[in-house]
């Protein structure tokens, strides 16, 4: 009898190498991101399809609003423009939106339609796609913590499973399999809490090179791994 191949409930992209990829084109930066996006559609629709039920992206991180303004705003237009193409699709396709991060610095626009894609996908149940903007794992955890002691919880009774029940989006699961593109063999303040028994994909390849016969190899490459959790 074949064993069944084993999925990965969760994983998370770290989304590296959009400048570069320009760069090595002789492109602006401008036209990595959007190079970047393509690829996001490609990997989004190749990973649901090999049955993993949770994806999170890391679009922008708490540090990156130190990057040129110009830039920023781009970054932005780019994301508005993909959440308003991908929320129906994923409506078809009974895809539900999630963002994971701090709202508060946000603009007004992309917040209107980061909003507008959760609510009109709240009750979708085949998979969940997730986007982290503004987000930084240290802020998530200290942000977790603040709502222990704004709930009132002793010292005794901030366990983990406190602080998990208090994450942004806390019944998103912890990450099976984190993937970075870029060559780049780091975690850059991603989902710290829930990559603690992750496993790791490092690609040589930049983001906007991602295909959906890449997300086959990993899948398949996760598949061959036995996972022990300290055991």
């Known amino acids: 009898m074949t064993q069944e191949k084993a999925i990965p409930l969760h994983v998370g992209y770290i989304m590296d190498g959009n400048r ?9 930066a401008y036209e990595g991101h959007l190079a970047g996006y393509n690829a996001f559609k490609e990997v989004v629709e190749a990973t649901f399809d090999e049955g993993v039920k949770y994806i999170t992206f890391y679009a922008f991180s708490t540090e990156n609003w130190k990057r040129e303004a110009s830039e920023v705003s781009y970054l932005m237009s780019v994301l508005v423009m993909a959440v308003t193409k991908e929320l129906k699709r994923s409506i078809k396709e009974g895809i ?69 029940a208090r994450l942004y989006a806390p019944d998103i699961p912890p990450v099976d399999l984190v993937v970075r593109t870029s060559g780049e063999q780091r975690i850059s303040n991603f989902m710290l809490w829930r990559i603690y028994y992750s496993e790791l994909v490092f690609l040589q390849k930049h983001w906007p090179e991602m295909t959906k016969q890449d997300v086959a190899d990993i899948i398949d490459a996760y598949a061959q791994r036995k996972r022990r959790f300290g055991g």
């Open 20 to 28: 570069r990829w320009a760069r090595a084109h002789g492109l602006p």
């Open 96 to 164: 539900r939106i999630r963002f994971l991060g701090r709202r508060d610095v946000v603009d007004a626009k992309v917040l209107k339609a980061m909003e507008k894609a959760e609510e009109a996908t709240k009750d979708l149940t085949r998979g969940t796609l997730a986007i982290c903007l503004d987000y930084g794992g240290h802020q998530e955890i200290a942000d977790a913590a603040k709502k222990c002691i704004q709930d009132g919880l002793t010292a005794e009774q901030i366990t983990p499973e406190a602080l998990s």
